[in-house]
Antibody
Framework: EVQLVESGGGLVQPGGSLRLSCAAS????????MNWVRQAPGKGLEWVSY????????YYADSVKGRFTISRDNAKNSLYLQMNSLRAEDTAVYYC???????????????WGQGTLVTVSS | DIQLTQSPSFLSASVGDRVTITCRAS??????LAWYQQKPGKAPKLLIY???TLQSGVPSRFSGSGSGTEFTLTISSLQPEDFATYYC??????????FGPGTKVDIK
């Protein structure tokens, strides 16, 4: 059974840092691209970042570029999101999600974790 | 960046109704569109990808169509478990891979 379990969320002050983790199991993690997607309270979904299976390709949303860093450790079946210079508008549930890839193109995300809440407030 | 709009933003329907949700892209995205269902407090669930490919395990009452800039998600006969919010997402060549604002389907 495919499982994605996020951790690392919590309350942090503006300007602070947090590192989210996503533990993957039930599939060959090293074969899949991965995403982080967030959802502010009562709002819609926002794609945050993408990393290819080998970490050779990485993308960020403009809203987090220069502040967030995505990475992965295929030996540990884990995905990470290092979040620095956090702002109130980064408050959201953060989901890790496995990419659907066919013919080298990504078509969505087929498995999602349960999410971890990040609250940025003084 | 490519923007997505969804219509309607809210719809009220009854069990057994045929429901259609539209997603429009600000520029052509070929068939690089996915549809998700999200229930309160839960993670999104992939329903359709590549505009019309049904994700494994998703009931056949869900279908997707369209290409270019206009796409539709149809639920042929609404079931009680289908009351949720639906999002489209475009995955054109390069990010950001934006989501639409969502359509909430509520019980009439």
């Amino acid at each position: 059974e495919v499982q994605l379990v996020e951790s690392g969320g919590g309350l942090v002050q503006p300007g602070g840092s947090l590192r989210l983790s996503c533990a993957a199991s039930g599939f060959t993690f090293s074969s899949y691209s991965m995403n982080w997607v967030r959802q502010a309270p009562g709002k819609g979904l926002e794609w945050v970042s993408y990393i290819s299976s080998s970490s050779s390709t990485i993308y960020y949303a403009d809203s987090v570029k220069g502040r967030f860093t995505i990475s992965r450790d295929n030996a540990k079946n884990s995905l990470y999101l290092q979040m620095n210079s956090l702002r109130a508008e980064d408050t959201a549930v953060y989901y890790c999600a496995r990419a659907v890839t066919e013919d080298r193109h990504d078509y969505g995300a087929d498995y999602w974790g349960q999410g971890t809440l990040v609250t940025v407030s003084s | 960046d490519i923007q997505l709009t969804q219509s309607p933003s809210f719809l009220s329907a009854s069990v057994g109704d045929r429901v259609t949700i539209t997603c429009r892209a600000s520029q052509g995205i070929s068939s690089y569109l996915a549809w998700y269902q999200q229930k309160p407090g839960k993670a999104p669930k992939l329903l359709i990808y590549a505009a019309s490919t049904l994700q494994s395990g998703v009931p056949s009452r869900f279908s997707g169509s369209g290409s270019g800039t206009e796409f539709t998600l149809t639920i042929s006969s609404l079931q009680p478990e289908d009351f949720a919010t639906y999002y489209c997402q475009q995955l054109n060549s390069y990010p950001p891979w934006t989501f639409g604002p969502g359509t909430k389907v509520d019980i009439k």
